[in-house]
């Protein structure tokens, strides 16, 4: 038989013990703490970058019309720039609005294309001002600015 003191000191050492444990591994979560900050931030700041993406490059100063490519362009912008020129030129000579599914059947250059390329492509005339869109019972048309 256990005398009544031995077990309520053995019960009181392992509260410390458990009490000294919970301690410890809060420690040891403060100390990680900082580097699973850091992760996050990191991912965090990635994420923006992703929703962000960089400025356009800057246009050529020595350009010498709107469908110049920008200075230090890649191949696909160049290419790009030769594809809204035909765009822009086939809206011109067809005098008309024109849907995007009929700019791709009239324009050999965007025949290859993507329905998505060709409105983004003819996006981009809209914002430099070459091309007008209207919209008529949700569909969208365009027609070039002389």
């Known amino acids: 038989m256990s ?11 392992n509260e410390a013990m458990d ?7 809060s420690a040891e979560e403060m100390r990680r703490f900082p580097t ?7 991912q965090a700041e990635e994420q923006v970058e992703k929703k962000n993406p960089l400025p356009r490059k800057p246009r050529d100063p020595n350009a010498s019309g709107p469908f110049d490519a920008p200075a230090g362009a890649t191949a ?14 086939t809206l011109r000579e067809h005098g008309a609005p024109m849907c995007i599914t009929e700019i791709m059947e009239y324009c050999d250059e965007a025949a290859d294309l993507s329905n998505q390329r060709v409105s983004a492509l003819v996006r981009q005339l809209v914002t430099d001002g070459l091309v007008e869109r209207t919209e008529v019972k949700r569909m969208a048309y365009f027609e070039a600015v002389e």
């Open 36 to 42: 699973r900050l850091e992760r996050a931030i990191k």
């Open 76 to 89: 696909v912008q160049i290419a790009n720039a030769g594809v809204k020129e035909a765009i822009w030129n």
């Open 19 to 25: 009490e000294l444990q919970d301690q410890l591994d």
């Open 3 to 13: 005398h009544p003191f031995n077990s309520q000191a053995d019960e009181m050492l």
